[in-house]
């Protein structure tokens, strides 16, 4: 497997991990390490003393679990952001709308972001298809997210393993490059 390029200004993306999806009514989901993923790399990332960004969900729908003042809204304990931490709130499935995160990766020199969260069918994929199309260069550690089973258009149960999967397909190759964090952990330790 090719070694993956991290240069020094990567930004780690750590998407809308936030207690909200504990709730029972997203379902069944995969990947039940994921949190625990991104929280060794997020230390990683803080070791090095390199840029992340934590993306708040702040929903204004008002059966949302996201919204605002309820106890979904906090950030998962494995991620909790440190108080000089930088906190991304939005309000639409991608980080790039409504907000000033092009604006800042763009001063601070950056192209290079390393994405994880949930759910990987939704603000993760949204996110993730914007800074490819932003020119970004995009890794996606598919032990660092995850997402929930759903009906597919057909109206077929598909598997949160299923979910994850198509959506990774769809992103890999024209949007980032799937890996997986064991990858990332070894570009770090090698620089």
Known sequence: MQPLLIPDNSLLLLVDLQCAVDDPSWGPRNNPQAETVAGALLSA?????????????????????????QAGHAFKPEVIPLPEEW????????AFIGTDLHARLQQMACNTLIVVG??????????VRMA????????????????????????????????HAMSLANLHGEYCQVCHSTQLLAALTAV
């Open 45 to 69: 990332w803080r070791q090095q003393r390199r840029p992340l960004c934590h993306v708040r969900h702040d929903s204004q729908e008002d059966s949302s679990t996201y919204r605002p003042g």
């Open 87 to 94: 906190v991304l709130a939005k309000q639409t499935n991608s």
């Open 118 to 127: 949930v759910a990987t069918s939704n603000s993760v994929e949204a996110t």
């Open 132 to 163: 490819g199309n932003l020119g970004y260069r995009v890794y996606l550690p598919e032990d660092a997210c995850f997402t929930f089973g759903r009906n597919d258009w057909a109206g077929n149960w598909r598997s949160a393993d299923e979910v």
